[in-house]
């Protein structure tokens, strides 16, 4: 998978994100990792796991940046291409890839090549 070279930084970094299943942003990433690593090899790991396919970022509420694997190994990944929309829990937070697509709207003279989409509400968990 990628060209990336499996260090032990990039190893704990990925074992976030397995076990979590779930979206991580960058404040909470140097948080967890703080005794591994420092700050700027967090940032420097996920942009290159983004470079490699392996990642993807996005915006969340508050202007925070988030990573995730992506959903659906295979379909998704191999177009490196951003079409699924993101979920974030207003009252605790969580944040996660939603396994549907939304098509990228053609817009004439313009060549769009990804779409970003936020959905913001409640999770199961925090509705019931
Ligand atoms: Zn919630
Ligand atoms: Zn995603």
């Not at 979590?20 to 420092?38: D, F, G, I, W, Y």
């Not at 915006?59 to 490196?80: C, I, K, M, V």
């Not at 979920?87 to 396994?99: A, P, W």
């Amino acid at each position: 998978m990628g060209i990336i070279r499996k260090t032990r930084s990039v190893k704990a970094l990925l074992t976030e994100f397995e076990q979590s299943k779930t979206a991580l942003s960058t404040l909470e990433l140097v948080e967890r990792l703080h005794h591994q690593m420092n700050r700027s090899t967090v940032y420097r790991i996920l942009e290159r796991l983004e470079d490699d396919g392996i990642l993807h970022s996005f915006t969340g509420l508050d202007g925070l940046t988030w990573y995730a694997l992506y959903p659906n190994e295979g379909s998704l990944h191999s177009h490196h291409m951003n079409t699924h929309p993101h979920f974030q829990c207003r009252d605790c937070g969580k944040t996660e890839c939603l396994s549907i697509t939304v098509p990228i709207p053609k817009v004439a003279k313009h060549n769009v090549e990804s779409v970003s989409l936020l959905l913001v509400g409640r999770c199961a968990d925090c509705a019931s």
